[in-house]
């Protein structure tokens, strides 16, 4: 492996990671502090992907602008269907048992998956990045590497320190840190739970449903997309430890470049060594690496 | 036998004796549908030893099924007829090991997390047999010759008669029944049931829980390979969709189904998901809308967790406490 196959494997694997964070974030503030293991929150990034394939040429024959009005149209509705279903489903299941949740989130898959095939059908789709991101940029001599993925993995970014910036630095992140070390104790405080609970949940279903717009270009939009970033994301949130936010990058990182790599060295075994990679950690510390509270 | 006893014990025996008599009067179709309950009904009834027995919530019990039918699709000999005597107590063997280590591993965690390390776990088996040559990849494998058991050269049970194998299927039905309803007795059971209740509280009485839960992990996946050994004979093909985390929720929603805390529950629940499916897969009920079979199946898995969360056993009693009025405290 010379220098500029490495350096473009590096790059794959950083916004591999980068892009399983924006979904595992969610999902690990979800568990953290509603307490509810939601099962839906794959199909989530699959809505995202198919919201960026059907909007962007609505958008733009109506709106003007193509991709990135559609990225800004499926966040705002993300965050109206995220609050919704609070609303009107995930408040039911907090006081259910763990059983209870996953199999009303799993019935929420099936759900889903036979509305998108019933309203977008069963086909593969390509979705294409916008112009000025669609060429590529010199790497070494003879490798290149497309600028939409380097565009992605800085947004990823800026995204990570958004969150960071709302979690570290805001009332209603200080909020979210109690809740997830102390729910109990943050309700008697006299923080309106509830709302907090909504707004986590709406947070977590958009940063989902981003990842699946900005994805869209790259990874395609495919039935069961979001069942494979599901699982992945759950041992991202088993190795990070459930709450926790700085887990969670560290932990989609680790899974990046170990899975990235895994398949350029050792393609016989790439599906497995995320799992033996779990395995060891569960071995080592078997609350994950940084359990909050 | 006192008699609440044996009215908690007639519906069990009228229910086998029209398993026993089904297959001279049910029709092909409804008797393969019948094995298909069956095999399922072992299968659940060995995730109920973890989840209603243990109080465990296993999301990858899959594996186990799929672990049990690869071994006897791989196990057996290309042409000729495995022999029973060597194979179902090495598929028992590898499905144990198999338990025992996943279980070692993800026993060492709680609540949450045990749902997310078992489901990761089965997926790690789900890509084995996926991604390695030896297995067939996702093609899958063909069981060309059923099992036999023989002695001196005279065939005493041949799997691949349907006559033969439905009763080995009922016959393996009762056995596991029966094996689980003595564990419930026995003071393994009873350690198991305390480990539901108040784990702490066991450990503080002096139990080390974690062998225990260890060895209901084990049995509950041999006894899942007992399932998936019955699968593999009766389609003569296994592929990676057995073990896919699907399998793995449509157990667990069997059990639910059924009523979580029963035995009957389990093998009730099997029955129920069976019947389900076929209702909303049928063409002459739903027309081209059967293709979309998982859109109702999701909205009926939400109502009935949402609406009786004890299964098909509690209804009665979920009934007779609504209709009963709550007495005013104080």
């Known amino acids: 492996m010379d220098l500029a196959v490495f350096l473009v494997q590096c790059l794959n694997a950083l916004q591999y990671g980068l892009l399983l964070f924006l979904v595992a974030s969610g999902l690990t503030l979800i568990f953290g502090i509603l307490g509810v293991i939601n099962l839906a929150h794959g199909s989530f990034y699959m809505i995202g992907a198919y919201l960026a394939y059907a909007l962007a040429p609505w958008a733009a024959a109506h709106v003007g602008g193509g991709f990135f009005t559609a990225l800004g149209i499926g966040l705002v509705l993300s965050v109206v269907f995220g609050y919704a279903l609070e609303w009107g489903f995930i408040s039911y299941l907090y006081q259910r048992e763990h059983l209870q949740q996953v199999l009303m989130t799993y019935g929420l898959i099936l759900v889903f998956e036979e509305l998108r095939s019933l309203l977008v059908g069963d086909d593969v789709h390509g979705v294409a990045p916008p112009a000025w991101l669609a060429g590529s940029v010199q790497l070494g001599d003879v490798m290149t590497y497309p600028v939409y993925r380097l565009f992605m993995s800085g947004v990823c970014v800026l995204v990570a320190l958004a969150l960071y910036a709302v979690i570290a630095r805001t009332r209603i992140g200080m909020a979210i840190r109690a809740g997830a070390s102390n729910r109990e104790m943050v309700q008697s405080l006299g923080v309106d739970i509830r709302l907090l609970y909504r707004i986590v949940f709406a947070a977590g279903v958009a940063l989902a449903v981003f990842a699946g717009m900005i994805a869209a270009p790259v990874a395609s939009v495919y039935p069961g997309m979001g069942n494979q970033v599901l699982i992945i994301s759950f041992v991202v949130v088993v190795i990070g430890g459930i709450g926790s936010i700085r887990g969670a990058l560290v932990a989609s990182l680790l899974v990046g470049f170990v899975d990235t790599f895994g398949k350029v060295l050792i393609p016989q075994t790439a599906g497995i060594l995320v799992y033996v990679l779990m395995a060891a950690i569960l071995l080592w510390r078997p609350e994950g690496l940084f359990r909050a509270g | ?330």
């Open chain 2, 1 to 330: 036998m006192t008699a609440a006893n044996l009215s908690n014990a007639l519906p069990l025996m009228l229910g086998a004796a029209l398993v026993a008599v089904f297959p001279f009067v049910g029709g092909k179709f409804y008797g393969d549908l019948m094995v298909t309950t069956m095999i399922l009904g072992i299968f659940a009834l060995s995730l109920e030893l973890l989840v209603g027995r243990t109080g465990l919530v296993s999301f990858g019990h899959a594996a186990f099924f799929g672990i049990g039918a690869y071994a006897t699709a791989l196990l057996s000999p290309d042409a000729a007829p495995a022999s029973l005597a060597w194979l179902l107590p090495a598929v028992l063997g590898i499905t144990t090991l198999a338990a025992l280590g996943v279980g070692a591993l993800s026993l060492r965690t709680r609540g949450i997390y045990f749902i997310m390390v078992t489901l990761a776990f089965a997926q790690m088996a789900y890509f084995v047999f996926h991604d390695m040559k030896f297995a067939g990849g996702s093609d899958g494998r063909y069981l060309n010759v059923k099992p036999v058991l023989a002695i001196g050269g005279f065939t005493l049970i041949d799997l691949g008669r349907p006559l033969t194998f439905y009763y080995a299927t009922f016959g393996a039905l009762v056995l596991v029944y029966a094996l689980l309803a003595a564990v419930g007795r026995a003071r393994f059971g009873h350690a198991l049931a305390g480990i539901k209740a108040n784990e702490q509280r066991m450990r503080a009485a002096g139990f080390s829980t974690y062998p225990y839960k260890l060895a209901a992990f084990a049995l509950a996946g041999a006894l899942a390979g007992v399932a998936g050994f019955l699968y593999a004979v009766k389609d003569g093909f296994v592929n990676p969709e057995i073990l896919a985390w699907h399998q793995s929720g449509t157990v667990l929603l069997m059990l639910i189904l059924g009523g979580i805390g029963s035995l009957r529950g389990a093998v009730l629940g099997a029955f129920f998901f069976v019947v389900l499916k076929e209702v909303f897969q049928s063409e002459a009920l739903f027309g081209a809308f059967a293709r979309h079979w998982q859109l109702p199946l999701g909205l009926t898995i939400i109502a009935c967790v949402a609406l009786m969360p004890n299964g098909v056993t509690g209804l009665p009693a979920q009934l007779r406490a609504m209709r009963t009025p709550v007495p005013h405290a104080g």
